[in-house]
């Protein structure tokens, strides 16, 4: 089916965590669909200029409660620091409260995910199929608030749809462009986890920002799971090195980090401390499908690599 073009509406939505990538990204979209877009965290920014902000701390009940209220759609775009103690302390209490002040509220929910909780055995091609059997203590996290939304869309409680990404790119502190662009940028080489010989599939961010405000914007996409659009060329760890090497003219010099020693850089660099669990995403192919969403919108063509690699390169 074509995309639809529409009067916007003045309908207000919400973006819970407005101001990380894919915040930014979907307020960007949302003036095509509605007048009224509210942007919500500690300090919020304005990306449009009509955009309210709300301030808010997003670990209270009360201020979820606040933000949500009066919105038609609300959008969960959070990002907690990337820390399985954190993880653990936040998300379950925070996607409590969220789904009981869109139920409370009559809100329709639009949670932004990623394939954390999906079964390391199943991740080439990953689908909305896939089968969720996490291994990690983040992605047991992530199942566990997909499954209380699920649990309250089968209940007929809850209007909810999960957009899900793979990796990003186009994220400042995406794992690609933090080990390969940022270490080129620098004279460094890059760095890759575990293996470079092993098939990976990166979603750009405008692209997931944009798809998120057309399936939250399409009465028939809720109460399902969708992929969001991402390029199915399939590109090595090498060859996505060697790509931003072309653009950026530079030699294709790298150096992989295997398991053992990002134990050991776990002491100093606690991000790698925190990478170690999913370090299984790079030992294997991981390649993500997101056919249902093209079928669904054949009108919206994800990004090709080499496009997000230069608009990555070009700075966006």
Known sequence: M?????????????ILGAGGSIGVELAKALPDYTTRIRLVSRTPKKVNESDELMAADLSKAEDIDRAVAGSVIVYVTIGFPYSVKVWQEKWPSFMRNVVASCKKHGARLVFFDNVYMYDPDHLNPMTEETPMRPTSKKGAIRKQVVDMILDEVEKGQLTALIA???????SPNGVIDEMVYKNFKKGKKANWLVSVDKLHNFTFIPDAGKATALLGNTPDAYNQTWHLPTDRSKLTGKQWIELFARQMNVEPKYQTVPIWLMSLLGIFVPIMKE??????????????????????????????????????????
């Open 2 to 14: 074509p995309l639809e073009v529409k009067t916007p509406t003045n309908d207000l939505q919400t």
């Open 164 to 170: 899900r990404a793979a990796d990003f790119i186009g």
């Open 275 to 316: 990478l170690k669990e999913m370090a299984y995403q790079y030992d294997r192919d991981y390649v993500f499908d997101s056919s249902k969403f093209e079928r669904r919108f054949p009108d919206f063509k994800p990004s090709s690599s080499i496009r997000a690699v230069r608009a990555v390169v070009g700075g966006l």
